[in-house]
């Protein structure tokens, strides 16, 4: 809970001096800068706000924020965001990521962290390939891919990051695209307020390296929205069903939002806390007894 005065934040007071090194064009752009307009939306501090990262691209994030951030070696995003957030409650965690970092070497944090359901939104930004590191095959690169280390194309099934979050139970799940920032920007915020684990994939184009049907211009085009579609984000049936068309449309805004959320794990440790600290009356009777009579 913040002790500031109230203030009215805009987006630029979430912006900080470093200038992003992204290609120009890059769909991760559109993306902080969707991260602002939430951020200003919910009006916190930037004090407030400990935003944390592995390796990549979009992993560069936290930097241009001005909240706090933690730069974590490949992968380990998600263990120090729940560290975090169980430390000091009280301040706002996000996490940002890529498909490699979320789904390669970090695969294995994302199920831990969705059944503790510690409070937290997980933004990944997932362009279907190793960008930093110059185009090599992703966990989600499509079937038959070809990259300069791949020239026969890739052999593998992708993974299904929606489904992959759905399957594990998570309360909140949804899907933007810089190509509707300002519909990307509300999808943020809805996952910001959503009270525990949170997943948004963000389908952010990699102008250098990534497949032409994933720019920006065919997402404007291929975009469909669920509201519009008439979807239920309370249906975690139709969710999965929905989530299935991952590859083939480009389906944008809230899948998944557990009408009755469960308890957070932080909540859940503050309430074994207090079961089990001893009354002040007891703790002063033991210090008693060592005392010299």
Same mark, same amino acid.
């Given at each position: 809970?913040?002790?500031?005065?109230?203030?009215?934040?805009?987006?630029?007071?979430?912006?900080?001096?470093?200038?992003?090194?992204?290609?120009?064009?890059?769909?991760?752009?559109?993306?902080?800068?969707?991260?602002?307009?939430?951020?200003?939306?919910?009006? +916190?501090?930037?004090?407030?706000?400990?935003?944390?990262?592995?390796?990549?691209?979009?992993? +560069?994030?936290?930097?241009?924020?001005?909240? !706090?951030?933690?730069?974590?070696?490949?992968?380990?995003?998600?263990?120090?965001?729940?560290?975090?957030?169980?430390?000091?409650?009280?301040?706002?965690?996000?996490?940002?990521?890529?498909?490699?970092?979320?789904?390669?070497? &970090?695969?294995?944090?994302?199920?831990?962290?969705? +059944?503790?359901?510690?409070?937290?939104?997980?933004?990944?930004?997932?362009?279907?390939?190793?960008?930093?590191?110059?185009?090599?095959?992703?966990?989600?690169?499509?079937?038959?891919?070809?990259?300069?280390?791949?020239? !026969?194309?890739?052999?593998?099934?992708?993974?299904?990051?929606?489904?992959?979050?759905?399957?594990? &139970?998570?309360?909140?799940?949804?899907?933007?695209?810089?190509?509707?920032?300002?519909?990307?920007?509300?999808?943020?915020?809805?996952?910001? $307020?959503?009270?525990?684990?949170?997943?948004?994939?963000?389908?952010?184009?990699?102008?250098?390296? &990534?497949?032409?049907?994933?720019?920006?211009?065919?997402?404007?085009?291929?975009?469909?929205?669920?509201?519009?579609?008439?979807?239920?984000?309370?249906?975690?049936?139709?969710?999965?069903?929905?989530?299935?068309?991952? &590859?083939?449309?480009?389906?944008?805004?809230?899948?998944?939002?557990?009408?009755? @959320?469960?308890?957070?794990?932080?909540?859940?440790?503050?309430?074994?806390?207090? $079961?089990?600290? @001893?009354?002040? $009356?007891? $703790?002063?009777?033991?210090?008693?007894?060592?005392?010299?009579?």
């Amino acid at each position: 809970m913040s002790t500031v005065a109230e203030h009215e934040y805009q987006a630029k007071d979430y912006k900080s001096d470093l200038k992003p090194i992204w290609c120009p064009s890059c769909g991760d752009f559109g993306v902080v800068s969707a991260i602002y307009k939430a951020l200003a939306r919910i009006g +916190r501090p930037p004090h407030e706000i400990a935003f944390v990262s592995g390796i990549g691209c979009s992993s +560069r994030i936290p930097g241009y924020t001005t909240a !706090y951030g933690f730069n974590t070696v490949h992968g380990r995003a998600l263990p120090i965001a729940q560290g975090i957030k169980l430390a000091n409650p009280d301040l706002l965690v996000l996490v940002a990521g890529g498909d490699g970092d979320g789904f390669s070497i &970090g695969g294995g944090h994302v199920p831990h962290a969705i +059944r503790r359901n510690v409070d937290l939104t997980y933004i990944l930004m997932d362009n279907q390939i190793y960008g930093l590191t110059k185009g090599q095959l992703s966990p989600t690169s499509p079937r038959g891919l070809k990259t300069a280390s791949s020239s !026969y194309g890739s052999l593998e099934q992708p993974v299904n990051p929606l489904l992959y979050v759905l399957s594990y &139970g998570a309360g909140f799940v949804a899907q933007g695209t810089p190509a509707d920032m300002a519909g990307l920007a509300d999808i943020i915020e809805e996952g910001i $307020r959503y009270p525990g684990f949170a997943f948004i994939n963000v389908q952010s184009p990699c102008v250098t390296f &990534g497949q032409e049907e994933q720019q920006l211009r065919v997402h404007k085009q291929k975009m469909q929205s669920l509201k519009d579609l008439g979807h239920d984000p309370t249906d975690r049936l139709k969710a999965m069903g929905l989530a299935q068309e991952y &590859g083939t449309s480009l389906h944008t805004g809230v899948f998944y939002r557990n009408p009755e @959320p469960a308890a957070s794990f932080e909540s859940a440790v503050k309430e074994l806390q207090q $079961r089990l600290r @001893p009354e002040a $009356r007891l $703790r002063v009777d033991v210090l008693k007894s060592f005392q010299a009579k």
